[in-house]
């Protein structure tokens, strides 16, 4: 049976035909974090000027693009898992680990906008980081999970951190720390693995977040946080670019002004001086 579509409109009065998204997709308030001593943003709502341009539908083209999701980590800490928990609503104990790359495109609408991300799955093989590495350019989000039953993979997270950084630049992207199987550790056992991580995430400069892809546990709330925070980043984006080609073009005009105002000037002085006969 196909699926219902609908017509969105763009500001471009482009018309762009696509499925509407789920309830659980629809983001109309600003998600909250996971803990506030380790969170990129500590407030409880959207930008001021991303609320206007929403509701004023002057968010350029953000509907029609696709914001990279890079998710890396060692191998078997459960990366294919949080994604196919989130992507697919499933788990499943005997993934395969992943081969080179896999993605997964999901589709919101973030403020009454259309937004979508492109979450890529990267091998945590070490044979494979040649490969993996060359997708991680472009990321506007890059998420290093662990697993929280293995203290040594929340170490290694600095050098996953490392090399996707070093793929783009400097202060382009959103960088979370997500502890993963939250389901195996609980009590003080648990609290002191979470302490540890949050200490690391504030040196990464990283918002730190704690799931279970087996129960599902915390997992849309992360994946809706980051959708946000993406979305708001290309949101001011767009503004910020719109502002720069007004002022590009006030300029031009105010330069073709006073060109035409010195040619004008020049006209008049030579047709007021006398003849010579």
Aim: proline fraction near 3%; aromatic fraction near 8%; include cysteine.
């Amino acid at each position: 049976m196909l699926k219902r579509m609908v017509l969105v409109r763009m500001e471009s009065n482009l018309m762009v035909l696509a499925p509407p998204v789920g309830r659980d997709r629809i983001i109309s308030d600003f998600p909250k974090w996971y803990t506030p001593e380790a969170c990129l943003q500590l407030k409880d709502h959207f930008h001021r000027q991303v609320r206007a341009a929403c509701q004023e539908q002057r968010t350029g083209t953000v509907g029609l693009k696709v914001s990279k999701v890079v998710v890396l980590g060692d191998l078997y800490v459960g990366k294919t898992s949080l994604i196919n928990r989130f992507c697919k609503d499933v788990f499943d104990r005997d993934y395969k680990a992943t081969i080179g790359v896999d993605f997964e495109i999901e589709r919101f609408q973030i403020a009454g906008v259309p937004y979508s991300l492109q979450i890529w799955d990267t091998a945590g093989q070490e044979k494979f980081k040649c490969i993996a590495s060359a997708y991680y350019r472009g990321a506007q989000v890059i998420i290093t999970a662990f697993d929280l039953a293995d203290i040594q993979t929340l170490g290694h997270t600095r050098q996953w951190l490392a090399d996707a950084q070093r793929e783009n630049e400097s202060g382009s992207s959103f960088v979370f720390l997500v502890g993963t199987k939250k389901d195996l550790l609980s009590g003080p056992a648990c609290e002191r693995t979470e302490m540890d991580a949050v200490h690391l995430a504030n040196e990464m400069q990283a918002e730190y977040w704690s799931v279970s892809a087996k129960t599902g546990e915390n997992v849309k709330a992360f994946f809706t946080r980051v959708a946000a925070l993406a979305f708001e980043q290309s949101v001011l984006q767009e503004l910020e670019k719109g502002s720069c080609h007004a002022q590009i073009r006030a300029g031009a005009s105010i330069s073709i002004r006073r060109e035409e105002s010195s040619v004008a000037s020049q006209e008049g002085a030579s047709g007021s001086s006398p003849g010579c006969c």
